[in-house]
Every structure is written in C-alpha cells, then in structure tokens.
C-alpha cells in the first residue's frame, strides 16, 4: 500500500538533506525505513521527530544505527522526512552508535543531546554528546567536541564491567523558572543540572531511585511536566515495559505512579517520548510492526495520553489505526456478535469487558490494492493479520513474503445471506469466512454452508467519538441531589459505558447507572459540602471526554418570607398550579401540602426557589371530590402559610358550554397574542392583581365567571323586552283616546 521512495541525498555541514513524499500515517507513523528511540518537539506549529534509523539486516543480532533521521509534520497525520545527521559528526565517537537522543529549544538555539559511543580508552563504553544549531533540522555541529558525560563521570553498574552501556538515553527538561535538568540511565538513573549555556553540567550527578516500584529501572527516561506535578516515564524490567513515577519537583524524590503500556511483540526494549500538539498530549514510542521487525528492526508509532484529575495516566494500548484512523468491528449477521482475536485464538463471540480484542485496522489488500480487497489487522497487536492457513485461519505477525501477503488478502462481495451486508472470499479460491457451530472462525465452501448467514457479515466504525452530557455545569445545595445523563456517540459506537472521575471527592458523591436499553449513563451527584470541582467522563479507550464543572452551595438560614402566592385550579381538568416569591432569596427550599375536603392529604412535594427568588408547584389532584381543598406553604422554618382554592362540582351541560367557551377564548387570545408584544404579557399581572390574588386566597377560573355573565346578558334583554312592551301598550291607550 505504500511504496517505497528514491531520495537524492547530499551532505552540507555534516547534515544530510532528502526529498520524499508525505505519507498519511496510522501505526507505524514511520512505514519506508525502520526507526526507533524516538523524541519530538514543536517549533512554528510544527512538530519535528528525532529517531535513530535502524539498518540491521533481518538475520542481524545487533543494532546498526549509523545515522539519526528528522521528520517534520503539521498534523501529525502527514510525514516528511527532512534530513538526516550522520553519528560522524562527534569525531570522538566509534561505530554504529548513534542511539537515542532528544532535541530541546532555547534562546533561539537548538541543542541535541545524543548517545554514542566513546572511542576514548580511558573512558570506554556509551556516552552522551551535545550539538548546537540554529535550526532544528540543518546545520548541527559538536557543541563541546567531546563527551558532554563519559561512563568514568558515573558509577557503572556491576553487571557492565568497564565497558559500560549506563550512560545512554539523555533527556532534557527546562522548568518554569529557567533551569535546565539533564536525566539518563541504564539499570541505573541519573540527574544533573545544566548551566545556562546548555552544554555543560552544573554541579554533581545525581543518582537516585523510584520508591516503591514493583521491578527494576531499565532505562529510556523521559521529564515531563503537566498541571505542576512532574512525571519521569521510563522503561523498567526486560523485556521492557513502559511505566511513570511522579514527584513535586524535577529533582524528585520519585513515586512509582503505574504502568503506562505492557511489553511488545517480537521487541524487547521500548523508549517513550511525550509529545504537546494543539491542546493534545500524546505519547511517541517504538514497536516492532513493520514486515520483518524485531529487536533491531523497529518502528516508530504514537498514542494519545491522558492524564486522570488525580494526576495519574491512563495505560495506553499500543493500536494499529493511532491517531489519524478509525478501527472496525466485523458483525456477525443477526448474531449480536463479532469476530474477535483473543489471546490470538479467533471466535466470534458476543462483546464483554473492557477490551480491545474485537477491534480491526481495515487496510487495502496486502496482495493487492484493487477495489474489493482488504486485510484485518488487529488493533491491539500490530503487524498481526488475520490469514488463511491452509483450510484454518489465524492471527500472524507479517513476515515480509508474497505469500504472507496473499494469505491475508480477502475479497469482499455482497453477503450471501444479505446483499446489502458483506461476504469475504480467499485471495485466489472462492473459501468463505464463517461462522462455526462452536463460534469459532472457520473457512469452507460456499457448497458446504448449511446457512449463508454464517458467512455473513458486515463493518461497523467500532469507535466512540464524542461524550456528550445533558449540563456541563451544575449549581446546588449542600445535601440535595441532582441527576445529569450523558451518552457516547455516535450511536453505532460498540463501547458507550464511560468512566467517571472526580476531582475532589470531598464536594460531591457521584454514582452511575448505565442503562442498556438507551445506552445513557446516569449520573445521581449529592452536594456534601461547599466548594468547587470537576466531573470527567471518558469513554474506555480514554479517547474522548466531557466535563461537568459542579458548584456546592451553602444552604442560606436566613428567614425568608413568602409572597405574591396564587393558587388556581380547574374543576374539568383537576390541575392545579401554585406560585409565589421568597423574596428575592434563591436556594430556598419550599415546601407544600394540599388536604382536600375531608381532611385527608392530596399532594406533598418540595422546590427549591430560582435565582430570582421564584417557585412553582405544578400538579393534577389524586382526589375526586369537590369544595375546598387547604393550601399549606412552609419555607425552612417560617410560620405555614395558608390558603383556598376551590373545586366546583360539574353537570354535562357545564362541561359542554365549558368547551365551548373555551375554544372561544383560544380565537380571543389568539388574536390578541398576535396584536400583543410579548412584554405586554409580562407587564399584565402588576403587585396590584397580585396583592388582590393573596387578599382573596382563591382564584376560579374563567369558565365560571363566563357563564354568570351569560346569566346577567339574559336576565338584562327580558327586562328591556319588558319595557319596550310596557311603552307599546301605553302608547295604544292613548291613541285609542
């Protein structure tokens, strides 16, 4: 899929310049040469990548790095290799040692810390060199032209002998207050300060250990500050994993903080780098991915890192697709189930735990790039395809090899069972993934299948990319309780529990309650005392988050008294609706009962008034009966205060005339709401009405006082008609005297 590329190489002050072509990288970032012990750094919105190129050959049993390589990127999904340093520019050096380095900006210069080895005899073994440019990819010269730190600076360990190997891996920090630190170390860890001109060392070295590790420091140290703790990554046992400590200050003391990534297939040593791009932290190391890599054959590849509220960071899973793509899920048809790759054993099993072992890297065909045919890659192991071994299947490391790459190409055509799923073929004979009575994967003959729908499938983007919550942020009480959903999108995404972090548990008790059927998480937060703090959500793969920035509130004792309170209610609908102020008092809590007739208790509820000191009790009466039913009101611990409201009894005529009145009153109000400003409406209820509401304690509706007007209208044009007749008679008399 990606083809090697011609470079015209030239040298110009020890430095090699190459022209090449952008590849758009998932893992291995680094896929036309071998390249490992990597660091980085951004200099103008551009992130520049230092690695030793490895040259071994496939049968080699040692490492060849003649030269370091530097790359460039501006999106850390396209990579341009800029030029190249030959180890020759330490004159003082021997051999194919240019090892692990680190580059660091200051002052408008760049100073590059290397390894390698030392050709003096008095001082055998690897040492650290320092060079100087004003530019991060040309013009590197030797800083001092000699060891910057020699292996006779240190205590060699006893198991090295003379020729020593301790002095290697240099990184380099500059705190806050601008003093620079230089880290190092094999089996054992050092530390120095540096002066301020960056090349040479202030003081004594220092040599320290990780309190309470479980294992050994290997080596590959890394400085690294964020949110003013400081955290020293590491490698540690053999084969290497990846591990951190953390302390309040660069020159420790250091506590061992967790394992950062376990050890890696067919590479026993690892080395990370951490990298800050546009608002984003992230983790650079090697692996072994490529064709035919191993020990001295390695790949350069990069994760996101996530640091936890309480200044821990996740454990990163190496994975196939990186930063720049999605991974895939492969659905079996109509199962709810997934071809997974557990322990390399390949089934297709419903999804459970917290995993990755049904995810896949979709590549184009190893064996052939045409329309229709693909590799799988696993996730979680990469450089392992899913191939055709013989009439089985498995899960193997790409050995290099035609055959190897026409073992694990498929065809894709439409799905046997479902058109508009998919089926996949062998490379060159017509044998069908399926489905086993024993939910293992299997390859038969499209003849053979007692049901094509075991040959059916289909990809799914098995990736979560977004955590989305329903408040990202909360204002409360201490003691009361509020309750927050939040989903993982998309909605296809396989994974959408989350976890829950919580800043300072001392504010808030949160619990959760993922729930299966909409795929929400419910949050129930409880205010405990007053303060501030932070809710983060992050989906499993630590990819994604969200945050909810949560405010506890003191519960304010101060008397508040109750006013403006009106209580309406319908006697058709039975709703009722209670309102008032605590003045202007927000936080208040208010409480309200109603009894009807007869004494008994109808509605009991509690509200906390708004910010404007507002509360509203809104509900439909559990009681059939009719009369008055007592209103009672209480604020903290102020005296209840009372009130009516009346529920009518109602015959079918009254129902009926009720409707109609209404639906008249709806046109009425319509048409005024049309010819009325909104504002006009907020200005209607003045204190007067508001005043006169409380004074009454009762407020009836408008349906009766219509129908006593209908009563008034009626009685008024008999009384006229009355006396029209009165007048007619009167009129008669005379006329007839």
């Known amino acids: 899929m990606f083809k090697k590329i011609v470079v015209l190489l030239f040298l110009l002050s020890f430095t090699s310049f190459v022209t090449t072509t952008y590849v758009h990288a998932d893992n291995p970032i680094i896929k036309d040469e071998f390249s490992a012990d990597p660091a980085a750094i951004t200099h103008e919105g551009k992130v520049y990548l230092y690695t030793g190129h490895d040259q071994a050959e496939t049968s080699g049993n040692d490492y060849v790095l003649k030269e370091w390589s530097i790359y460039s990127s ?18 003082w050096a021997i051999n194919d040692t240019a090892w692990a380095s680190q580059t ?7 100073y590059w810390y290397t390894t390698v080895e030392n050709k003096d005899s008095s001082a055998p073994g690897m040492s650290i060199g320092v060079a100087v440019s004003d530019h991060p990819v040309t013009g590197w010269e030797d800083a001092i032209g000699a060891p910057l730190v020699k292996s006779t600076d240190t205590e060699n360990p006893g198991n090295m002998g003379a020729w020593s190997w301790d002095d290697i891996d240099p990184t380099v920090f500059i705190d806050d207050d601008g003093q620079a630190y230089l880290y190092w170390g094999n089996t054992h860890v050092y530390y120095a300060k540096l002066k301020d001109n960056m090349i040479e060392l202030d003081g004594n070295i220092h040599r320290f250990d990780i309190q309470n590790m479980p294992g050994t420091f290997t080596e590959a140290p890394w400085l690294h500050k964020q949110d003013g703790i400081y955290y020293l990554l590491f490698a540690m046992n053999f084969p290497e994993e990846l591990a951190y400590a953390t302390s309040d200050s660069p020159e420790g003391p250091w506590e061992y903080g967790g394992k950062l990534m376990d050890e890696l297939p067919f590479t026993g040593t690892s080395h990370p780098a ?9 983790m650079v190391y090697h692996n072994a991915a490529l064709p035919t890599g191993g020990d001295y054959r390695r790949s350069v590849a990069i994760e996101k890192l996530h640091f936890t509220l309480d200044g821990k960071i996740r454990k990163v899973t190496p994975t196939a697709s990186g930063i720049t793509h999605d991974s895939f899920a492969i659905e079996s048809y109509k199962k709810s189930s997934y071809i997974r790759h557990l322990n390399n054993s390949l089934r297709v099993d419903p999804l459970e735990g917290d995993t990755y072992d049904f995810k896949w890297h979709i590549v184009d065909g190893l064996a052939s790039d045409d329309k229709g045919f693909l590799s799988f890659q696993s996730e979680n192991n990469p450089g392992f395809y899913l191939v055709r071994d013989g009439s089985s299947l498995s899960l193997a490391k790409h050995d290099g090899t035609a055959s190897f790459e026409e073992q694990a190409t498929f065809k894709e055509v439409p799905g046997l069972a479902d058109e508009s799923w998919s089926s996949y073929e062998t490379f060159h004979d017509s ?26 499938f289909r990809l799914s983007n098995a990736d979560a990319k977004e955590v989305s919550v329903s408040e990202d942020a909360l204002a409360m009480l201490e003691n009361s309780t509020a309750t927050v959903s939040a989903t993982v999108l998309p909605e296809e995404a396989l994974r959408k529990e989350l976890e829950v972090f919580v800043k300072n548990e001392d504010i808030i008790d949160v619990t959760t309650d993922y729930q299966n059927q909409t795929d929400e998480t419910k949050l129930t937060i409880k205010g405990k005392q007053e303060g501030m703090t932070t809710i983060t959500l992050s989906t499993l793969d630590g990819n994604y988050q969200a945050t909810i920035d949560v405010e506890v509130k003191p519960i304010d004792n101060t008397p508040a008294s109750l006013e403006d309170v009106i209580a309406s209610a319908s006697s058709e609908t039975k709703n009722v609706q209670i309102t008032g102020t605590l003045g202007e008092t927000a936080g208040k809590n208010v409480t309200l009962k109603v009894e009807n007739p007869n004494g008994e208790v109808d509605y009991l509820d509690q509200v906390s008034s708004n910010d404007a000191g507002e509360f509203s009790f809104n509900f439909m009466l559990k009681s059939e009966l009719t009369g008055d ?13 009372e009130t009516t409201f009346t529920i009518k009894k109602q015959n079918s005529a009254d129902k009926d005339r009720d409707k109609e009145e209404k639906d008249k009153q709806k046109e009425k109000d319509k048409d005024h709401n049309e010819s009325t400003s909104s504002s006009d409406h907020d200005s209607s209820s003045g204190p007067e009405q508001k005043n006169d509401s409380k004074k009454q304690g009762n407020q009836d509706l408008p349906d009766t006082a219509t129908n006593l007007f209908n009563l008034m209208l009626l009685g008024g044009l008999l009384i006229i008609i009355g006396l029209i007749a009165i007048l007619v008679v009167r009129k008669r008399k005379e006329e007839a005297r």
């Open 74 to 91: 501006d999106d850390l999904a396209n990579w341009e290799l800029e030029g190249r340093v030959p180890r020759g520019i330490f004159d």
């Open 104 to 110: 660091i900006e200051k002052d408008g210069k760049f």
């Open 274 to 282: 951490v990298l800050e791009f546009e608002g984003e932290t992230y």
């Open 431 to 456: 044998l069908y993934l399926s489905r086993a009575s024993d939910n293992t994967l299997q390859l038969v003959t499209k003849n053979s299948l007692e049901n094509e729908g075991n040959a059916t």
């Open 629 to 641: 039913y007592h209103v009672f009101l209480g604020a903290n611990e102020n005296d209840p205060y």
